[in-house]
């Protein structure tokens, strides 16, 4: 099996069960100083940081699912395009439960050393996120003027 096959692998099992929250599959498949800039100042560190963001999720969107749409791997690195859909049933951060359901896409990458992720990075429609939460309007267009190539 080559190196890109086993990266695939560790990749779906992070969908099926780490974000199912599976901890002992994340103590598996994440180096213990995986690096991930965009935690928060405050948030922890390395892999427990990651185990801090499933939990946040989880406990927000008690039935999440996470989907890998698409795995793309070359060399020690993977991308995934992924589906999150869940229903806002916790606080996420300081959001108090709205009990609406979302479905967001998003990409991860993920940097791999030894079969561990030791990178991680991710970005998700946090817009669309925050308007299926109520957070913003979507401003008003005039789709038949857009249809029609009028401004």
Same mark, same amino acid.
């Given at each position: 099996?080559?190196?890109?096959?086993?990266n695939?692998?560790?990749?779906? @099992?992070?969908?099926? +069960?780490c974000? &199912?929250?599976?901890m002992?599959a994340?103590?598996?498949i994440?180096? %213990?100083?995986m690096?991930?800039?965009?935690?928060l %100042?405050?948030?922890?560190r390395g892999?427990?940081?990651?185990?801090?963001l499933?939990h946040?999720?989880?406990?927000?969107?008690p039935d999440i699912h996470e +989907?890998?749409?698409?795995i793309?791997a +070359?060399?020690d690195r993977?991308?995934? @395009?992924f @589906?999150? &859909?869940?229903t806002?049933?916790?606080?996420?951060?300081?959001? %108090?439960p709205?009990? @609406?359901k979302?479905e967001?896409?998003?990409?991860?990458?993920?940097r791999?050393t030894?079969g561990?992720?030791t +990178?991680?990075?991710?970005?998700?429609d946090?817009?669309g996120l925050?308007?299926q939460l109520?957070?913003?309007?979507? %401003?008003?267009?005039?789709?038949a003027?857009v249809?029609k190539g009028?401004?």
């Open positions: 099996m080559t190196v890109e096959e086993l695939k692998i560790a990749v779906r @099992r992070i969908y099926s +069960e974000w &199912s929250g599976d002992y994340i103590d598996e994440f180096a %213990p100083n690096e991930h800039d965009q935690f %100042p405050d948030w922890p892999r427990e940081g990651f185990k801090a499933v946040l999720w989880r406990t927000a969107f +989907e890998a749409v698409e793309i +070359e060399g993977a991308v995934c @395009r @589906r999150l &859909s869940g806002h049933l916790g606080q996420f951060y300081q959001l %108090p709205t009990g @609406r979302i967001i896409m998003g990409a991860d990458f993920y791999f030894n561990k992720v +990178e991680y990075a991710y970005h998700e946090t817009l925050f308007y109520g957070l913003l309007p979507l %401003p008003k267009q005039d789709i003027g249809a009028s401004n």
